[in-house]
């Protein structure tokens, strides 16, 4: 199985800033990579699909980069409807993977 | 619009059967990968299943094989996830999404609580 290991687990911020969660792969997944933003008590949302392409009507603050085994996840301009938790996913093999977590905080 | 509604949840002694359901509407569900996927409380997101646009292709989690059956219904745009064998480490909020740019629609969610 792909493991994929995100760092940090928890990161705190304030309004205005910018940050950046990265996301590793065990093994190469062909930019199959998914970032996933979830607020308590609700559904995912997805975000970004294949590495760096933004999902429908998510806002240009949110982009992804990486290749190969390493990708991060960046949100500019942070407001506060962006804290959340944010996860990566590897869709590019089964059993699909999630990394644990970034827990987005208010500084 | 795009909507996923996942139902057939509740509580059920360890050991016990549930099976969910995931309707469907806004798009042409017969074309389209599915997939569920779970949250224990307080835990991160588990990958549970996946099936094909015409059921040949099923898969699953190394957590649920052999107890749980992934399925759906083109004619009634519906997805359900038969659950045997349940154990308390099943208790968690089961989502559907539909697998496209890996799972761009969720539902809200369901949940499974597995306790005696």
Redesign the interface.
């Known amino acids: 199985d792909i493991q994929m290991t995100q760092s940090p687990s928890s990161l705190s911020a304030s309004v205005g800033d910018s940050v950046t969660i990265t996301c590793r792969a065990s093994q190469g997944i062909n930019n ?1 990579l ?1 970032w ?1 933003q ?1 607020k308590p008590g ?5 975000l970004i ?2 590495a760096s ?1 933004l ?2 009507g998510v806002p240009s603050k949110f982009s992804g980069s990486g290749s190969g085994t390493d990708f991060s996840l960046t949100i500019s301009s942070l407001q506060p409807e962006d804290f959340a938790t944010y ?1 990566c ?1 590897q ?1 590019n093999s ?8 970034t827990k987005l905080e208010i500084k | 619009e795009v909507q996923l509604v996942e139902s057939g949840g509740g509580l059920v002694k360890p050991g016990g059967s549930l099976r969910l359901s995931c309707a469907a509407s806004g798009f042409t569900f017969s074309s389209y990968f599915m ?1 569920w ?1 779970r949250q224990a409380p307080g835990k ?4 549970v299943s ?1 099936i094909s646009s015409s059921s040949s292709l099923m ?4 957590s649920v094989k052999g107890r749980f059956t992934i399925s759906r219904d083109n004619a009634k745009n519906s997805l359900y996830l038969q659950m045997n064998g349940l154990r308390a480490e099943d208790t968690a909020v089961y ?1 559907c999404a539909r697998a496209s ?9 369901t949940l499974v609580t597995v306790s005696s």
């Not at chain 1, 089964?94 to 977590?101: E, K, N, S």
């Open positions: 199959f998914a996933f979830q609700k559904a995912p949302k997805s699909y294949a392409s999902q429908s996860y996913q869709y089964y059993p699909y993977t999630f990394g644990q977590g | 997939n996927v991160g997101l588990e990958w996946s898969y699953y989690a190394d989502y740019k890996s799972s761009d629609y969720w539902g809200p969610g």
